[in-house]
C-alpha cells in the first residue's frame, strides 16, 4: 500500500541551526516526492520536487530509494520558515498525491 | 496568489443539513481536488476530477458528493450522512500529462463547523 510517513509532528530549532525534516515512504512503482508547505495565514504551496532536485529556500531534499526517505534539509534555519510542512507521494496516471500528517517547524530565534 | 477561490471562508451548519462548499479556478486545469485536512491527520483525499463529466471517490467519499459540470468549478456537498464534518478543506487543481505527477495548487480552504 502507498504511504507517507511524517515522524515528527513538531520540530522546533534556533536560528541558525541545521534542520531536517523526516519522510519515509511506501510505494511499489517509481515513486514521485514532493514537500509542499503551508505558512501561516497561507495556502499550502509546493516547496519542492524531487525530480527538479533544485534547491528552494535553502532546502534540498534527496530521494533515497533504498532507505525509501526524501528527508528535507536546510543547514541554517531561518525564523521565516517556520510554517508546517507536508511530504506527499505521487505517481501513476491518477496525478493523486498522497499526503503525510505533517511535520510543524518552529525556528526560535 | 489568485486563480484557484474557495467560498465561503467560514461555514457553519446545523447537524442534519447539507451543505455545498465552491471551488472555482482560472488556471485552465483539467483536474480538480478536495482534501480534509485535520490536525495531525495531514490532507486526506475526498474526491478528484481529471476531467469535466467526471470524477472519482478518493480515500474519504463517504457522506461527500460533488459535479464537475463545468471545467472550471468542482463543488463539493458535506452531506448529513457524513460523521464528523468539522474540518478545514482544501480544493487544489493540476494539469495532468506528461507521464509525471504535476503540481497541485491548493485553494485558501473553507473551515466547516457543524453545530
Known amino acids: 500500500a502507498q504511504r507517507v510517513t511524517q515522524p515528527e509532528k513538531l520540530l522546533s530549532v534556533f536560528k541558525g541551526a541545521p534542520v531536517e525534516l523526516k519522510c519515509n515512504y511506501s510505494?511499489?512503482?517509481?515513486?514521485?516526492l514532493f514537500w509542499y508547505v503551508q505558512y501561516s495565514r497561507q495556502r499550502l504551496q509546493l516547496l519542492l520536487r524531487h525530480i527538479s532536485r533544485e534547491s528552494i529556500k535553502g532546502f534540498t531534499a534527496d530521494l533515497n530509494k533504498g532507505e525509501t526517505s526524501f528527508h528535507l534539509k536546510k543547514p541554517f534555519a531561518q525564523e521565516e520558515d517556520s510554517a508546517m510542512y507536508y511530504c506527499a507521494l505521487g505517481g501513476g496516471a491518477t496525478n493523486k498525491l498522497i499526503f503525510g500528517t505533517g511535520t510543524l517547524l518552529a525556528v526560535q530565534p | 496568489d489568485g486563480g484557484i477561490t474557495q467560498s465561503p471562508k467560514y461555514l457553519f451548519r446545523k447537524e442534519g443539513q447539507n451543505v455545498t462548499l465552491s471551488c472555482e479556478q482560472n488556471l485552465n486545469h483539467d483536474a480538480m481536488y478536495w482534501y480534509r485536512q485535520d490536525p495531525g491527520q495531514g490532507l486526506r483525499l475526498i474526491y478528484y476530477s481529471q476531467i469535466v463529466n467526471d470524477f472519482q471517490k478518493g480515500d474519504i467519499a463517504e457522506g461527500y458528493s460533488v459535479s464537475r459540470e463545468k471545467k472550471e468549478s468542482f463543488p463539493l456537498t458535506v452531506t448529513s450522512a457524513q460523521k464528523n464534518p468539522t474540518a478545514f478543506y482544501l480544493c487544489?487543481?493540476?494539469?495532468?500529462?506528461?507521464?509525471?505527477?504535476?503540481?497541485?495548487?491548493f485553494g485558501p480552504g473553507t473551515r466547516l463547523t457543524v453545530l
Open positions: 510505494y511499489s512503482g517509481s515513486p514521485e
Open positions: 487544489a487543481s493540476s494539469t495532468p500529462g506528461g507521464g509525471e505527477t504535476d503540481t497541485q495548487y
